[in-house]
């Protein structure tokens, strides 16, 4: 490790190029790779012409939602001691505004209506301790943690609206109303503090609790787990990283549930884009099951109405899949698509020889598809799994979230919006995406630079 302000030597590659140890290594490894014309003529043969809908089918109303985090030392002098930032934005975007933007008479966009557009963003924010930060005077940064993700699930963020918006409650919502923290059984917990077995079950009206054994309060939010990834001195960036990727599924649930409850009808004109894969990853991944259910309740609903179902979209800017599909997308004519099926993936992107029965099993609630629009821009796409769960054979669930007959007018609709808002500015880009992240992003300068400013001088105030 340098010291601070210490350079690194420009010729400190050398050994490694000198190495032949390097070479021997390298030649012994199996990595993706750029398919020959063979092999990419076999890929591109599965693809088929990417089906196209009605435009007048397309959505009134577009969702997008894109989330940004920022890990801030409190001093100079102590880098690794930190907060935690996470902001989180929507927009909502009318397609009639949308299709308002263009004076017809100049061809230029209407400066105006343009701004009217970024109004009708919403960013939440959240701030938690981070590495050597103990909260509320916590017995362990761990415990801090976890007091400090309740409070921040549990205020209400509707910025006095007509309903409250509060994320604890969704969670319990999304969990059929009760919440067990700990090892499941009959009435048995764990207490997340000191591991002692107690009855760790919650509702709406009971978010918290204090362990008999302990004394330490336990939290309805507990059952996320976000806290196991904490470290009383390590660096707690991924907790960070995991606690904006739950919060984003639960704010997409959050809305959902809210439109639903107010006017199921209302849901069939809309569609909603995230910013990355139908998945939530590590300690919170099993949220992506209650999820799942609830948008398979949903659709079900709507089925009833004799509408179509509910519309969303997660969108991959990066990843293995989209490194695969730029290097095979100059074999692959414009306008097709495919389902990117367990045995493709295996095959041509994870190169596995023992492949899970259903990729993703334990993370994913969406298939991924590949689309080359009629452009030549290529997208990776998800839509959710049209099923409620995953139980059964693993295998033959891996079959039917492949069958494109059961995702009905949904991958029409996905392609159509793409096409609708595919944006020149950024690779592999949508409009309301980027207008999301616009708001999301925190910069590093003078966002970034800024958010230090309030970390240091905030803590310093401190008596």
């Known amino acids: 490790m340098p010291y601070k302000g210490e350079v690194a030597g420009k010729g400190g590659h050398s050994d490694f190029v000198r190495n032949p140890d390097v070479q021997a290594f390298l030649a012994e490894c199996d990595y993706m790779r750029q398919p020959s014309d063979a092999e990419a003529g076999a890929m591109a043969s599965t693809f088929s012409v990417a089906p196209a809908g009605d435009p007048s089918l397309l959505p009134k109303y577009v969702v997008a939602s894109d989330a940004s985090k920022s890990d801030t030392p409190i001093n100079d002098r102590l880098p690794s001691t930190q907060v935690g930032f996470i902001k989180v934005s929507q927009i909502l975007v009318s397609m009639d505004s949308y299709a308002e933007l263009i004076d017809p008479q100049s061809r230029f966009v209407d400066p105006f209506k343009a701004a009217e557009m970024h109004r009708n963003a919403a960013a939440i924010t959240f701030t938690l301790p981070g590495s050597n930060v103990r909260y509320l005077g916590a017995k362990s940064v761990k415990d801090g943690f ?18 409250r918006l509060v994320l604890s409650d969704v969670l319990v919502n999304v969990n059929d109303g009760r919440v067990s923290v700990g090892r499941s059984s009959s009435r048995a917990g764990q207490c997340p503090s000191c591991s002692a077995e107690h009855d760790f079950t919650f509702t709406i009206s009971e978010q918290e609790k204090v362990c008999p054994s302990c004394n330490e309060p336990v939290f309805v939010t507990d059952w996320l787990r976000l806290h196991e990834d904490v470290s009383d001195f390590g660096n707690n960036t991924s907790a960070m990283t995991r606690m904006m990727n739950a919060i984003e599924h639960l704010l997409l649930a959050a ?11 209302a849901l069939s004109k809309m569609a909603f884009v995230m910013d990355g894969p139908l998945a939530i990853f590590g300690q919170p991944a099993k949220l992506h099951a209650r999820i799942m259910a609830l948008l ?113 007018s949904l991958i029409s609709r996905a392609c159509d919006l793409i096409r609708h808002f595919e944006l020149d500015l950024y690779e592999s880009a949508i409009v309301p995406v980027a207008l999301a992240h616009r708001h999301a992003s925190i910069s590093i300068m003078p966002g970034g630079k800024v958010l230090d400013i309030i970390t240091k001088t905030g803590l310093q105030r401190r008596p």
């Open 296 to 408: 398979y309740g949903v659709n079900t609903r709507l089925a009833e109405l004799k509408l179509d179902p509910l519309l969303i979209v997660g969108l991959q800017k990066t990843g293995e899949v989209m490194d695969h599909a730029n290097l095979l997308s100059r074999f692959l004519p414009n306008g097709v698509f495919r389902v990117l099926d367990d045995a493709y993936r295996y095959k041509y992107i994870k190169g596995s020889d023992s492949p899970a029965d259903n990729f993703g099993f334990e993370t994913y609630y969406g298939q991924d598809f590949l689309f080359k629009t009629e452009k030549g821009r290529i997208f990776n796409f998800a839509l959710p799994y049209p099923f409620s769960d995953k139980s059964g054979d693993q295998k033959k669930f891996a079959d039917a979230k492949a069958q494109i007959s059961n995702y009905g």
């Open 255 to 265: 809305l959902i549930q809210q439109i639903f409850l107010a006017d199921p009808r």
């Open 146 to 163: 976890r007091r400090a993700v309740f409070r921040q699930l549990n205020a209400d963020r509707s910025n006095g609206g007509g309903s």
